[in-house]
């Protein structure tokens, strides 16, 4: 029989795990939601992103929240160079070869680490990686917490970016109608890069984030990857808050759904969960941007 | 036009290049056919780093028995590796037996995990080749009647009837104060058969099993698993996972400041570098795991070679090595690559791993009798044997001392 306490505990660790559950599905309902590019290489980004702040860390001595603002750059530049050198390039704008670049730029990539990083798990020490605030019975870890509020604070800027600037207004335009938007100026190709960027440079703060409680691989991508597809359509294609409530929900669902049926069984929650929003608003909780 | 005149030179000239020509390819026939082994192992994805660290222990000892002569039974074949990685795949695994039985492959090491093991061993079995298992360890693997399947190391239940007097050791020791445990494993072959067996043997030793906590590879979380083992309050924690879940799970315990020793039965996440560089969360951490045998002299010069390639010391290694040399062992008594006389050398086996802590190998259907595990400790940043006392290099403190 599972306590009143662990219940209460586990309902906030689903929100605070939901938050980093947020904070990867940013980037990529941007991309995915907005400009409809089933980025595969997300995941991939991510540990790149995350392998980025490691050595930030490791090597140059960083906090990994002071690495945060350089991780943002150089993963937005990284982000701006793969679709403007290699995706849009080989795409020519046909969604299936999109696909397939960005399928083969996830292989390279996880492929690159393995041979630079070795399947080795690295984690980092920091003064506060086992810092926790205690409410009441609960221990709430800080990072989590930190985590938690940079996805909320994201989440509006990126809302407010899209809703607010020409140039949220142009990726809408060329989102929805690339030919009408470049008969008034708009070059689709650059939008594109732009976004591309933009949704990859969510990954730097995600993954310097993520430093401090999780640990970092080649393969850690694939951990979070295919759960931030599910919040992006969950959430609603392209929602910002969407995403974020898509992110809470599922991490309250797999923290309960652990506790009531087992970690092995627990994540069937989140399919459980997914189908039912789907059955009943198929474009998903929130509208997106549009 | 030219016209060229014939010389008794020019004739004895070119009858010694005819003759070398006709001669050359009776040299090339002349040298023994290679030996292919295939090296099946997970080098992409969630076990990529322990996968790849026993390929490089079998890469290294194919050069090492290329290098002192070959196969001198049949003439100094040299062994050949066919490299698959089969990710964590068992049909992947399966079908690189099958793709390398095509290509020609005297015999096969791998898969690192039970679950790929057990693929690729039946597959193996069905072409009759011999199969050198290098780190699964569920007893199912050798149990199951194959008689194509060998495993130099111990298998789970070896190590985990290993883990429970080392365990009822320290405790008698102490006196007794470890009277409750929860057990936390993943939830694949090897994770699973490893806490059954624990939960069957635990209760004879006085320890009572609280609750047994499955999780799946990968888990992104482990806090609520911790909020019950809190909950539970029990005096030791046992872990049997994978190196990436054994690093969060202690971690958020830490965290989390649950208060119970941890003792880990194949704690993935249990290495040299776990002891030194998460000092903080690792210090008096116990595990019984395969290892190497500290004090055999062998085993410096072996380290020095893989810290000169930049290669971490980790049992895989070890494993991957001899899964190779007691393959190429058994050619050599054999004389012979053939699997009908192989399978046989390979079940007479005497061949005894230097580096390794064990008794003297012996084979009873596939499984080497003499393999073991040990017991480990990290103290002041190193690992330690704590057990049995044949290898120990330190004594166990135990229960773990308070931070």
Redo the contacts between chains.
Sequence with gaps: MI?L??LE??LV?GLL?GGVYALVALGLTLIYGVLHIVNFAHGSLLMIAMFGGWMLVSWAHLDPYAALPLMVVIMFVIGWGLYAGVIGRISGGDDRRILLATLGVAIVL??LA?VLF????R?I?TPY??A?VEAGPL?L?VPKLISFGVAIVLALLLWAFMALTDTGRAIRAVAREPDGARLVGIRPGRIFALSYGIGIACLGAAGCLLLP???V???VG???VLTAFTIVVLGGMGSFPGAVVGGLLIGVT??LG??FL???LG?IGISLVFILVLLFRPTGLFRAAR | MTLRTTTRRSTLAAGAAAFAGLAMPAVLRAQPAGIKLGLIHP??????????QCRIGGQMAIKDVNEAGGIKAMGGAKLEALLGDAQLKPELAASLVDQFAEAGAAGFTGCYASSLGLAATQAAAKYELPFSIDSGVADSLTSRGLANTFRLFPSASVCVNGAVDELEGLNKQAGGPVKTAVLVHE?SEFGTTTANTLKEKLPGIGIKVLDV????T????F???V??IK?QKPDLVIISDY??EY??LI?TM????VPSGIFSVFGG?FSL?FAK??N?ISEGVLDFNNWWNTKAPETAAFRKRLDAAGV?TTYEVFFGYYAVKLLADAFERAGSADKKKVIPALAASTFYPDMLPYNPTKFANGQNEGAQGVGLQVQHADVKVVWPEKFADAKAVFPRAKG
Excluded at chain 1, 118 to 121: R, V, Y
Excluded at chain 2, 43 to 52: D, Q, R, W, Y
């Design positions: 306590s306490s662990i505990a586990g660790n795990t996880d492929n393995l070795t399947g080795d798990t984690t020490e990686q086992f926790v221990l870890s409680s999780f640990y691989s080649p393969q694939n951990v979070f797999e923290s652990g506790l087992g970690e092995s994540p | 080098v992409t994805g969630p076990l990529a780093f322990s996968g790849n939830n906590m499955a999780h799946a990968p888990t992104r979380d806090t609520n698993v909020l019950r909950e190196l990436n690093v969060l971690r830490v965290q989390q400041r996440g570098k560089e998460q903080e971490a």
